[in-house]
């Protein structure tokens, strides 16, 4: 390598290819254009996009200027501005969210035409309410929802019905109301010059097709295209994206469809995957390894998905599709809870106890299915002293933010954006040297939020001002969380957390309604909802905890709740994990295995939300074993209380067994395995707490399936 080359911006140009397996070096290096990459959770695509774009700058084939980066998320768009800037490319690339590029480049597209830049609604509801039906009117961000969707796909309002009836959509209103309210909101919008931020996406695609002269200057600024989470990409992002792509195949995208959690919203999977038929001279690498997660995590992501493959299918080998690279950790745990509060509370409990020497409150994540179920979270934390960050906010409305907003308005227009920012970041060095150190200044951090922010919009807008900065911000954090720093716990949704890592994961809630979501009803929507928490599992490194309640409180009413049926899976191959036990009861699984803790990531770690309790073990005092069934003394072999089976039993749990199994479209062993059912058959228990005394049951399958199992039983000992 020549010197002059290895010292490109100051980096050794061994850097961009350090700590890169054979697949992912061969992934930076390829000349293959477009390059899709296809990989599995944690395998290393973004290491692999970030490392391509420094090693292209440094071989001289990209300029730093003319590269963007587009992701889905501010969140996702400040991480990799992170890594970009860990290795040594700092400001020079530009990296945003599809909306908020296309807002820069309409922006100065409107200056230069002397056009007066038409006002943004940041909420559809608003503009939907006096349009949509009285009776409608607790619905309207459904309603809303549901345009985005069209929008998304680039329905207009007379392709609705059939494109919705062809997805099988289910708006809250009849498709042709729907189609009319579609209508009506888009003519309100024009008539009062307003533009909503799907039309952003929409007239920038359309810019770039009719106006050769805009097109040219687009494609001049941005050379090199990168899109990581393609997987999520919508149609009308598509477009875009070949708009700034023109007749140049300089992209490379990355994605997992293994991960696709999007199409509800309008995402096309497909187009990660039909790429390279689009582009002849596309090249394709696929990576193998999993550099983030345990094995025993993967194992229980696998289990997930395997469970919803086809029925009939062969257990999956338990450390499955993706090989880890990581050390043993501690076995999964499953734990439930007697209610949604007592679950926060137990959740608040544990990330104190894994908070401790080497390992910070930013290593713990707390996911959840909805937003709503983080407010729970916040007060349990909150009343326990953890400091905690959610993931969702109105950043704009912070005092703190408006004030600096609006001083930066007063002082100008004679300065210029540059000069208003210097002010702001020197107001914070005097606040930060006033201010006590406890890393929860969040004034601080807010207003340092805005200075980050400012300075991405900068690198977005050849030429930043003050007004575009405001109306850049509306559009972006808007609808995005806050971006603050500090050691914090990060409270999240599924969603949210898509693309990030943490070394202790707790998911939150896995109820029945919830995941998968009450409205997931049609087969791909289900299938989404198990990919979505595939999403939330491959985010842990080291610990994973799963947790659920037996009841929750919406409002005024509070419900009993099932497990959801995933957690089957769950539970299963954690049993298997932790040698056959009852992993999530009793004694710790995370106990049996000789891990490598979260601060060998980071030490030894012991962790475990507890004795899982389902609704049959709660009149158990915790901790006490179950009461042992006669033919389950200790040192049984399940084969040896097989034979003991009672065969009339035992078949009519086999009957039942493969009408559950044809019911979920799973294979039986799923429901049960033939050993498990043998044990229930000898063992003949009369209650939940001797059903939780059978090999193979934890309290996921008693809360699912124990009272039929107890009636089955009971039926059968009444007809004997
Ligand atoms: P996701 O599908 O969740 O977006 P990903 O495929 O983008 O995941 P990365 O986030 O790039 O994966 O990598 C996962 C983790 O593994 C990161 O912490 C990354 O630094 C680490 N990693 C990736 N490749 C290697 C490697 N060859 N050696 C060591 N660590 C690696
Ligand atoms: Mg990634």
Request: net charge negative.
């Given at each position: 390598m020549s010197q002059r080359l290895s010292t490109v911006r100051g980096v050794n140009i061994e850097h961009a290819l350090d700590g890169l397996n054979p697949a992912q070096r061969a992934a930076v290096v390829t000349e293959a254009s477009p390059l899709c990459l296809l990989a599995g959770a944690g395998s290393g695509k973004t290491r692999v996009l970030t490392r391509r774009i420094v090693w292209r700058i440094q071989q001289g084939s990209a300029l730093a200027p003319h590269v963007l980066v587009l992701t889905f998320t501010r969140k996702a768009a400040s991480e990799l501005r992170g890594r970009l800037a860990a290795l040594g490319?700092?400001?020079q690339v530009a990296a945003g969210t599809f909306h908020s590029v296309a807002l820069a480049q309409l922006r100065r597209r409107w200056a230069d035409r002397t056009e007066r830049a038409p006002t943004l609604i940041d909420r559809k509801v608003a503009l939907l309410a006096p349009l949509a039906p009285r009776s409608r009117r607790s619905e309207l961000s459904d309603l809303a929802g549901e345009i985005e969707w069209a929008k998304a796909r680039m329905v207009s309002p007379e392709g609705y019905v059939a494109a919705a009836s062809g997805a099988a959509r289910r708006p809250p209103l009849e498709l042709s109301d729907m189609a009319r309210l579609y209508q009506r909101y888009e003519e309100e919008k024009r008539r009062r010059g307003l533009v909503d931020f799907d039309d952003l996406l929409a007239h920038c695609a359309q810019a770039l097709e009719e106006d050769p002269g805009f097109a040219a200057s687009q494609r001049w600024r941005f050379r090199h295209l990168f899109v990581d989470e393609f997987q999520d990409v919508n149609p009308v992002q598509f477009r875009l994206l070949q708009g700034w792509l023109g007749d140049r195949l300089d992209l490379c995208v990355v994605g997992d469809p293994r991960q696709a959690i999007y199409s509800w919203n309008g995402a096309e999977p497909s187009l990660l995957r039909g790429l390279a038929a689009r582009y002849p001279t596309a090249g394709v690498v696929r990576l193998e390894d999993n550099y983030r997660s345990s094995p025993q995590v993967l194992a229980v992501a696998d289990a997930v998905m395997v469970q919803g493959g086809r029925a009939g299918r062969p257990p999956a080998p338990l450390r499955g599709r993706l090989r880890s690279n990581r050390p043993d950790g501690p076995v999964p745990t499953l734990a439930g809870a007697a209610t949604d509060v007592a679950e926060a509370r137990a959740i608040a409990r544990r990330l104190r106890l894994a908070?401790?020497?080497?390992?910070?409150?930013?290593?713990l994540a707390v996911l959840t299915r909805t937003n709503a179920q983080l407010v729970l979270l916040e007060e349990a934390l909150g009343a326990a002293e953890i400091p905690y960050r959610v993931g969702?906010?109105?950043?704009?409305?912070r005092p703190e933010v408006r004030d600096a907003l609006a001083d930066l308005r007063e002082g100008q227009p004679g300065r210029g954006l540059a000069a208003g920012l210097a002010d702001l970041q020197e107001a914070l060095r005097t606040s930060a040297g006033q201010?006590?150190?406890?890393?929860?200044?969040e004034r601080g951090l807010h207003l340092e939020a805005l200075v980050r922010l400012a300075r991405e919009y900068s690198a977005l807008?050849?030429?930043?001002?003050v007004d575009g900065l405001l109306a850049w911000l509306a559009a972006t954090v808007g609808r995005e969380p806050a971006e603050q720093q500090g050691d914090a716990v990060e409270l999240t949704t599924f969603h949210r957390a898509k693309g990030l890592e943490w070394p202790v994961v707790f998911v939150a809630g896995l109820e029945q309604g919830l995941v998968p979501i009450g409205h997931a009803v049609t087969p791909s929507a289900e299938a989404e909802e198990r990919r979505l928490f595939y999403v939330a599992v491959t985010r842990a490194q080291v610990e994973l905890h799963c947790s659920w309640a037996e009841r929750r409180t919406f409002g005024t009413r509070t419900l009993r709740r099932r497990p959801s049926p995933y957690l089957v899976a769950v539970e299963a191959a954690c049993r298997v994990l932790s040698g056959g036990g009852h992993p999530a009861d009793g004694e710790s699984p995370g106990d049996s295995a000789q891990p490598v803790g979260v601060a060998g990531l980071i030490s030894r770690t012991r962790t475990n939300l507890g004795a899982a309790r389902g609704p049959a073990a709660r009149h158990r005092p915790k901790g006490a074993p179950a009461k042992p069934s006669p033919a389950m003394a200790p040192g049984r072999p399940a084969a040896a209380i097989a034979a003991q089976a009672d065969e009339e039993a035992l078949c009519a749990l086999r009957t039942w067994r493969a009408a559950a199994a044809r019911a979920s479209g799973v294979p039986a062993y799923v429901i049960f395995h033939d050993s498990t059912l043998a044990a229930v058959a000898a063992a003949r228990p009369t209650s939940p707490d001797e059903l939780l005394a059978v090999p193979g049951l934890g309290p996921v399958k008693v809360a699912r399936y124990g009272d039929t199992l107890l009636d089955l039983l009971q039926t059968h000992r009444a007809s004997a």
């Open positions: 490319v700092r400001d908070h401790r020497p080497g390992v910070a409150w930013s290593h969702r906010g109105a950043f704009l409305e201010r006590s150190d406890n890393g929860a200044d807008d050849a030429w930043p001002t």
